[in-house]
């Protein structure tokens, strides 16, 4: 059972281009979560998905980041017009339905703004 | 809105030494309290998780305990190795909606 799969590891972008970042969860799973870090900083939440709905978009910036689970295919965080603070580590977590809630991370994306 | 909280920040500590780690959340209403590990680069892994109904988990050298009403819960590593350095972080989690974690603790166990 291969784990939360996450593509592109690394990424770079202009100032002003757009980013989409990939995230398959682990097989079975149908809760998605996206968690952003900061260099020297925590992990924040950003969004919690289930299969074709957002579940809870508090931590989203209102604009330029989107994020959608759609019923075929992975989960995809999209950031347009990226800016160099949008530089991070972004990271895809899975959970199975169910009640344990036990969260599996992928390796995260790195994206760089030049 | 739940809050969590990380006690040491970092710590430094040598080899062999039985250690624990600290973890505080301001809404004793959750449903479970999951630890990590982040080595520098990397994502997280997975080290215990205790459900809301239990008190303490073990694997191997780890015990994570947890005290909902008093918000708090410990990761106790016994025999501590240079392996283990790496960045330790509480996650508090209620079910269907979001984990909030600590800012972590960063662990150096010097051989």
């Known amino acids: 059972n291969a784990g939360v799969m996450q593509n592109p590891r690394h990424l770079v972008r202009r100032r002003g281009q757009e980013a989409r970042l990939r995230c398959s969860p682990m097989k079975g799973h149908s809760h998605v979560y996206w968690y952003r870090q900061l260099p020297e900083e925590g992990l924040k939440f950003m969004v919690y998905l289930q299969k074709e709905n957002i579940i809870d978009e508090s931590g989203m910036p209102k604009e330029r980041f989107s994020a959608e689970f759609p019923k075929e295919g992975p989960s995809i965080l999209r950031i347009q017009q990226v800016v160099r603070g949008d530089s991070a580590a972004y990271f895809c977590?899975?959970?199975?339905?169910?009640?344990?809630?036990?969260?599996?991370f992928g390796e995260g994306s790195r994206l760089t703004v030049l | 809105k739940q809050e969590v909280t990380q006690i040491p920040a970092a710590l430094s500590v040598p080899e062999g030494e039985n250690l624990v780690l600290n973890c505080s959340f301001t809404d004793s209403a959750i449903y479970n309290l999951q630890w990590f590990r982040q080595d520098p680069g990397k994502g997280l892994t997975s080290l215990l998780l205790?459900?809301?109904?239990?008190r303490e988990q073990t694997s191997g050298r780890l015990n994570a305990s947890l005290d909902k009403s008093s918000g708090r819960s410990t990761l106790y590593i016994a025999a501590s190795q240079p392996g283990d350095s790496a960045t330790y972080l509480c996650?508090?989690?209620?079910?269907?909606?979001?984990?909030?974690f600590g800012p972590g603790t960063r662990l150096s166990v010097l051989p």
């Open positions: 996650a508090a989690g209620g079910y269907g909606q979001n984990f909030v």
């Open positions: 205790i459900q809301s109904s239990q």
């Open positions: 977590a899975s959970s199975p339905l169910g009640d344990t809630g036990e969260l599996f």
